[in-house]
């Protein structure tokens, strides 16, 4: 009797273990921005996001160039296909700053120039090796593009007699761009 108690008591365990289920919890990261990043360990976001491909005839070059203005900041990329073809897209694929002017990005800020007004003023350059954008998705029929960026912008701030006084470092990292909506022109 002991030993047929067992082996029911076994069997119902190993049925109440098949009917269990494992919780599974998906989570999906989303944002309607088009145009944010994280600057010097502050989130930032584009209020007014412009963003074109132009293809050159002439140069057989594909352009791809994007701007991002948002409190009292702005981000440019300009990045350039090399024997591209005359079509409304852009390759898939990563892209480093590098000795070449393929790849151009910048950082500028609010400042007051010579004359007491506010502009936004370059913070330095980015060199080679100190950025880079990954162009993951697009779309050429509805001209929405998505990647990511990242880049150091540096600035020396010399004293009277040339040498570096000061070095700013921005770093802006955590880039992204979320089907961006982009203009095509063919010259």
Not at 117 to 124: E, N, S
Request: glycine share 6%; with cysteine.
């Amino acid at each position: 009797m002991k030993r047929f108690s067992l082996i029911i008591a076994l069997l119902s365990a190993v049925l109440l273990l098949q009917n269990c289920k494992k919780d599974t919890v998906t989570a999906t990261a989303t944002s309607n921005t088009t145009l944010f990043a994280v600057v010097n360990d502050t989130t930032w976001i584009a209020d007014t996001v412009r963003a074109a491909i132009t293809y050159n005839s002439a140069t057989k070059t594909k352009v791809f160039t994007c701007t991002g203005i948002g409190t009292n900041k702005e981000i440019n990329v300009a990045l350039t296909q090399n024997n591209a073809i005359n079509t409304s897209g852009f390759p898939l694929a990563t892209f480093i700053v590098d000795n070449t002017p393929d790849l151009l990005m910048s950082y500028y800020t609010m400042q007051k120039n010579s004359s007491g007004a506010y502009v936004l003023a370059p913070q330095g350059t980015v060199g080679p090796g100190s950025g880079g954008i990954i162009i993951s998705a697009i779309d050429s029929v509805k001209r929405q593009i998505t990647g990511t960026f990242s880049f150091t912008s540096l600035k020396n701030t010399y004293d009277s007699q040339g040498n570096i006084a000061t070095v700013t470092l921005d770093h802006v990292t955590a880039g992204a761009f979320n089907n961006l909506p982009y203009t095509f022109k063919s010259n």
